[in-house]
Antibody, heavy 122, light 109 residues
């Protein structure tokens, strides 16, 4: 069974930093690109970032570019999101999701983890 | 990266069919056949319902179908059931990034 488990969400002050993790199992992790998607409380989904299967290519939403860094460790089947200069508007449930395969096929999000909550507040 | 436009709410009686629209631009929905749809029940993670405009993943009911015309994609739920009451989001690939729709709350009357 494919499983994604996020962790690392906490309450952090504005301007602070945080690193989220996503542990993957049940599939060949290094065959797939991986996404981060967030959802502010009571709001819709917002795509955050994508990393290629080998970590060689990364992509970001304009809202986080220059502040967030996506990375992965294929030896540990793990995905990460380093979040710096956090703002109140970054408060959200952060999901990781499996993305396109090695060949670039699969421009959808499936499956999703259960999410980890990041709260930016003083 | 503006969100795709969806109606805020759609409702229907059990057994009826409803359609949710998802309007973008020629840079996203209209430019690629990479539209997907997600169902999200309260407190749960989103679930993939349709990918590549009209394909259903294994295990998803054939009551769910997708289509696209120009810059607008649509999700149709036929034979509406109580368990279909949820939030629905569309998504599209758009030149090295992705965009989600504003979300639609489906209510079964």
């Amino acid at each position: 069974e494919v499983q994604l488990v996020e962790s690392g969400g906490v309450v952090v002050q504005p301007g602070g930093s945080l690193r989220l993790s996503c542990a993957a199992s049940g599939f060949t992790f290094d065959d797939y690109a991986m996404h981060w998607v967030r959802q502010a409380p009571g709001k819709g989904l917002e795509w955050v970032s994508l990393i290629s299967w080998d970590g060689g290519s990364t992509y970001y939403a304009d809202s986080v570019k220059g502040r967030f860094t996506i990375s992965r460790d294929n030896s540990k089947n793990s995905l990460y999101l380093q979040m710096n200069s956090l703002r109140a508007e970054d408060t959200a449930l952060y999901y990781c999701a499996k993305g396109p395969n090695y060949y670039g096929s699969g421009n959808w999000f499936d499956p999703w983890g259960q999410g980890t909550l990041v709260t930016v507040s003083s | 990266q503006s969100a795709l436009t969806q109606p805020a709410s759609v409702s229907g009686s059990p057994g009826q069919s409803i359609t949710i629209s998802c309007t973008g631009t020629s840079s996203d929905v209209g430019g690629y056949n990479y539209v997907s749809w997600y169902q999200q029940h309260p407190g749960k993670a989103p679930k993939l319902m349709i990918y590549d405009v009209s394909n259903r993943p294994s295990g998803v009911s054939n009551r769910f179908s997708g289509s696209k015309s120009g810059n607008t994609a649509s999700l149709t739920i036929s034979g509406l059931q109580a368990e279909d009451e949820a939030d629905y989001y569309c998504s599209s690939y758009t030149s090295s990034s992705y965009v989600f729709g504003t979300g639609t709350k489906v209510t079964v009357l």
